[in-house]
């Protein structure tokens, strides 16, 4: 998989890929990290790449230009290119976005900075457009990182151990029952008495009925949506 992060603020990006399982998938040559920078295709005499908005309203809008300029290149250089642009105007990001993005083969994120992008850009180049949140961030970098983040653990070889996918949270409507590590009791505290017999089908039920009330409590509407019957005890 290939990503481009289309951004004023590469800086911003590289470091994330500076340590953990996305430097080893990058070193495993499974995924490749690519910047582009609209601010270097400005014509503007002086790079600028953001102005005020027509109609009025605070703050700065970015340019058609820079951005028309930066994607076409982009898009003449990769025919099959997807192209995601970060905006809270837009549906939220879940977990089966990270697994159909996965089966891509280059993604761009593209991320507003400021009052955000010219509508225009979105309406000419936008394969898919997400939010990841209902709230503001300062900029579309984290946005896209996370999506990035989320995206890759989905790609084979990626995870050390491909199983840890299968069991976690939104896999099913339920959420993941509590984890414990070692030792078994910590400052007085221990863990549970069920997960520490042994008996496998026990501890199964016991995750089970932990998930069941954990995705209860803090999102309900999970198991309405989903039609979560199945999954429970
Ligand atoms: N004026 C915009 C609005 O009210 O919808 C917010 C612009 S925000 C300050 C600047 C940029 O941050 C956006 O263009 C977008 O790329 C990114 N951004 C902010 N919040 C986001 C979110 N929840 N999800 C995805 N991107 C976000």
New binding site residues.
Partial sequence: MTYTFVTLFPNLIEGYFKDSILKRAIDKDILEINYLNPRDYSKNKHFKVDDTAIGGGAGMVMNPQPLFDALDDLKSRNENIHIVF????AKPFVQNDAKRLANKTHIAFV???????DERVIEKYADEV???????????EL?SLVICDAVSRNIDGVLGNAQSLEVESFETPLLEAPSFSKPKIYEGLCVPSEYLKGNHSKIRSLKLALSEAKTKFFRPEQLIKHNAEQYLL
């Fill in positions: 970060l905006t809270p105007v991320s507003g900075r400021y009052e955000g992008i997400f939010s990841i949140g209902d709230y503001i961030l300062t900029g579309g946005a």
